[in-house]
């Protein structure tokens, strides 16, 4: 692309729609690469999404199983903690409504886990109602490592680190428990539009 | 996405410990591993900072900025050997 398409590009995203920037944010052009640990290189043979905890049996999908379920193509801007907003992302992935459906719980908390030993909490409710997914993909592209492939959640109503890269499960809780960042000090529920980025905000 | 080495955070901690840190031994407290903090595997673009064990990947220190107050996390080491004072009237 020429430098002068990358200038015009640049004073589109500056004249973005206020209303779509949540406060303290910026808007970026880029996906930054945030990572707390190395990249987990997870091979789809051995990849399974399981739900378990306060559900009488867990309930697993391979990773040819997810491909089968109903996907939906969302676009959405999401927020980083660090600053960083990204307007009009395209993922590709199933809604956790899909897999929570038979889901008989008593539980109000999930807690996400990944590879590489990555957690993160949320409600229930924040993850159910059209609200969540599990994303295989990234403007129709398969989801690379660094952005968290194979898959990660996507809940793009929070900050970003609640759409835990390497996603492999979810373990459904009936009393709250901090995620890793969470357990640093981060918020508990992370609302972008209440700028509730540590714990007190 | 590569990790840095602990030579990225010498300047907090020399912040946060009042001396030069980077010789200074820290044990794993998950496997036991005992590195100088030079060799930490450090990763600086998240949330926060995230310095691990080499050996075991562990989280031994997180480094959270919040509100211009920088609160370390130490829960992942069984020890970090600080260096004492060798001044005269040092102990050391």
Known sequence: MSPLSRAFRGRRRSDADPARIPPGQYVTDDFPVLSAGPTPHRPLETWSFTI??????PVSWTWEQLQALPSETITTDIHCVTKWSKLDTVWTGVSLDT????????????????????????????ATGGKAWIAYAFD??????????????????????KSAKWVRGLELRNEDEPGFWESYGYHNYGDPWREQRYAGD | MDALDGNAIAGVLF????????????VCANCGARAPAAELAVYLRAPGTVARCRTCMSVLMVLVTIHERTCVDLRGLDTLEIPASRGPSGWG
């Open chain 1, 140 to 161: 129709g592209e398969p989801l690379a490592p660094e952005h968290g492939g194979p898959a990660r959640l996507l809940v793009p109503h929070l900050y970003f680190w």
């Open chain 1, 52 to 57: 378990q905890g306060s559900i009488d049996e």
């Open chain 2, 15 to 26: 912040e946060v410990f009042g001396a030069e840190m980077t010789t200074s031994a820290a």
């Open chain 1, 99 to 126: 897999l929570l459906d038979d889901v008989e719980t008593s539980a109000e908390y999930v807690t996400a886990f990944s590879d590489g030993g990555y957690t993160t909490n949320l409600p229930l409710e924040d």
